[in-house]
């Protein structure tokens, strides 16, 4: 038998000091079953466990990292329908081709971002790469000294690196190749584009640089000879089907045969847990011994209790909301019963009274696992981030909101403070808010089916003005309205995999200040 914890076996120490100093001279029945408890506690903490017989197992398998370049030159048409496109493709052929061996996947901009850890399981790598949405890559540069640096802290001693990339703006190949050496990286680099380019466009409009020229993207001739030099291989990637050259030559490597030894515990924290429970409850059997745990809960305030001024409470914040007396309304949401529902409320009814600091401090209380309601909070506090005229915390939060729903209310507001904070003023945005029929009640939605269908079918108009508002259920409290786009039947279902805006903020770091964008 062996302690999984076996540093909590230490406490046993103190306990018993406490015994035997400080135990009664005539110490009852009860006192010893406590001790005994205590003991048994410390022993269940310290986890016993029995161990099996070790078994050694063996594993084939190669171990591959993909980089995809995310910058904004992967968009160019050069390749239809786009270079990424094509490099996503061309990803997703190869991991079916290799479905035993282990992938490790990269996206990098000016900065490197695991998105998918090593795995042998090809679907979820699939995912992952399938919820790398380019249209939240800020960044437009490209920077391979920044990969090769994140690939060097991987655990493996010799590393495989397939890099999907245009070659941006590099031009060091000698300390580029230096690099890939001493980190032990082997590069496969899949040139994905072609050597006479294209013009980049935004938005349907051809893009120019400070000197007013065209901004024309191709393959970076770098890439051919930094391969060679680091004793890697270089392909020119045109279409999906092409990445079988490089995924022939992966099969002619040596198959690594890894060996470890797998053993088990079968844990037996249970028993003395059990036993502690039993003498616990033997040692407080007794009438006179319940009468400090009856008047602590009696005394204790919960929800039940706090729950019956709830009505009269929202009644006054119904009321004062309607009347347009926004603080009033505020402070009678924050004497409800405390609740994701309740918070959400009073910080909306800050943010109607102009008290945006007090908005945001109760929007950071809100813990819920709602993916609608996590948007919902994370758009208002940009809202209210950037009527303080905090346009890098606004930025943030619009970020948040796009990494859990394709929100065009949060791009499009996300585009307008980067817009205003270039000229120093403040963007005009709307909070969202939500009715209250019931203290209890979940938040409601922000459209009911019929307003969507309505929305859909007419699909016109500017959906970023503050639209008119609805009362509902126990009114006082008003809906944005939202246009929502005509749903495609053709289109792949969403993926369940989910990168969170955390990610979208490392590979967008400093992408304001990029010295060479394109």
């Known amino acids: 038998m062996v302690f999984v914890n076996a540093w909590m076996l230490l406490a046993l120490v103190p306990l018993a000091f406490f015994y035997l100093r400080y135990r009664p001279a005539n110490p009852s029945r009860s006192t010893h079953l406590l001790y005994a408890a205590a003991l048994l506690m410390l022993l269940a903490l310290a986890r016993p466990a029995v161990v099996d017989t070790a078994q050694t197992k063996q594993h084939e398998t190669h171990d591959y990292i993909v ?7 992967m968009q160019a048409d050069d390749l239809s329908p786009t270079r990424y496109a094509v490099a996503k493709a061309a ?20 900065n490197a971002l695991l998105i998918s850890p090593p795995t042998t399981d090809t679907a979820i790598s699939l995912q992952a790469l399938d919820a790398l949405n380019p249209q939240y890559i800020l960044s437009k540069s490209t920077d ?13 001693r010799e590393k495989t690196l397939i890099v999907f990339s245009d070659g941006g703006d590099e031009s060091d190949t000698a300390g580029l190749a230096t690099l890939l050496k001493r980190s032990r990286i ?13 013009a980049l466009k935004k938005d349907g409009r051809l893009l120019k640089d400070r000197r007013d020229a065209l901004v024309v993207s191709r393959i970076n001739p770098m890439l051919e000879p930094l391969a060679r030099e680091s004793g890697g291989r270089y392909y020119e990637i045109r279409t999906p089907e092409d990445i079988d050259a490089l995924s022939d030559d992966l099969d002619a490597d040596a198959v690594k045969i890894h060996t470890f030894r797998v053993q088990s515990l079968h844990e037996l924290f249970f028993v003395p847990l059990l036993l502690a429970m039993l003498l616990f409850f033997a040692a407080a059997t007794r009438l006179h011994r319940l009468y400090p745990f009856v008047l602590v809960a009696m005394l204790t305030p919960h929800a039940a209790r706090a729950g019956v001024f709830d009505g009269w409470q929202l009644h006054r914040a119904q009321t004062a909301l309607h009347e347009k007396r926004y603080e009033e309304a505020a402070r009678a949401y924050e004497k409800m019963t405390p609740s994701p529902k309740s918070f959400y409320n009073a910080a909306t009814a800050w943010y109607m009274a102009g008290n945006y600091a007090k908005a945001i401090e109760y929007y950071r209380q809100i813990k819920t ?15 209210a981030a950037a009527r303080m005229h905090r346009f890098d915390e606004a930025r943030r939060w619009y970020l948040h909101a796009l990494s859990l729903t394709d929100d065009p209310d949060a791009l499009h507001n996300l585009r307008v403070v980067e817009a205003r904070a270039r000229q120093h003023q403040p963007p005009a945005v709307t909070a969202r808010k939500h009715g209250n029929d019931r203290a209890s009640a979940g938040v409601q939605r922000k459209n009911d089916n019929k307003r969507k269908k309505k929305a859909a079918s007419d699909g016109k108009g500017d959906s970023k003005r503050p639209a008119e508002t609805a009362a509902h259920g126990g009114g006082g409290s008003e809906h944005r309205t939202k246009r929502i786009p005509v ?12 990168l969170g805006y955390r990610a979208y903020e490392l590979i967008n770091k400093g992408y304001s200040h990029e010295s060479k964008p394109w």
Do not use: C, W
């Open 369 to 383: 696992a709602d993916p609608v309601l996590k948007e919902a909070v994370f758009y208002n506090m940009g809202n």
């Open 186 to 198: 082997r590069p496969y680099f899949a040139a994905t584009g072609t050597r006479h380019g294209a």
């Open 144 to 156: 391979l000294r920044s990969l090769f640096k994140a690939v060097a802290k991987l655990p493996m």
């Open 67 to 73: 980089a995809v370049d995310a910058s904004f030159s």
């Open 487 to 498: 749903a495609d039947k053709n289109a792949p279902e969403t993926p369940q995999h989910r």
């Open 91 to 110: 990803i997703a052929r190869l991991l079916r081709r290799h479905p035993h061996d282990r992938f490790t996947l990269f996206a990098f901009t000016a």
